[in-house]
C-alpha cells in the first residue's frame, strides 16, 4: 500500500494516494509493525509537505518521530526532528 500510494502521488492521483497512505498505516498500526508504521508517516509528511499542506505533513512528521522513539530508532527520531524544525524556522520567517 505504501508503494502504491508513492506511485500514485507521482501520477497525480492524490486521492488514490491520500487513502493508500492512510491505509498503509492503519495496516502498520493495526499489526504492530511500528517502523513501518513510522516509514509510512514520514513518506504521508513527505508527500503533503510537497502537496504544500503544511498542517497535514506537520502531523504526519510527529507521528512518525513518535514511532520511530517508540521503536528505539534515535537516528531516525533525530532526522523526523530536523523535518519538524524547518517547520518552526518556517513560522519565525513569516
Known sequence: ???????????????????LFHASIASAKKSKFIHEQGLACERAGLYYKKMGREQNALDYFQQAHACYKEWGSTVKAASIERELDSFNSNDNNL
Do not use: I, K, T
Open 1 to 19: 500500500e505504501l508503494l502504491q500510494a508513492e506511485l500514485h502521488g507521482l501520477g497525480a492521483r492524490h486521492n488514490d494516494s491520500e487513502e
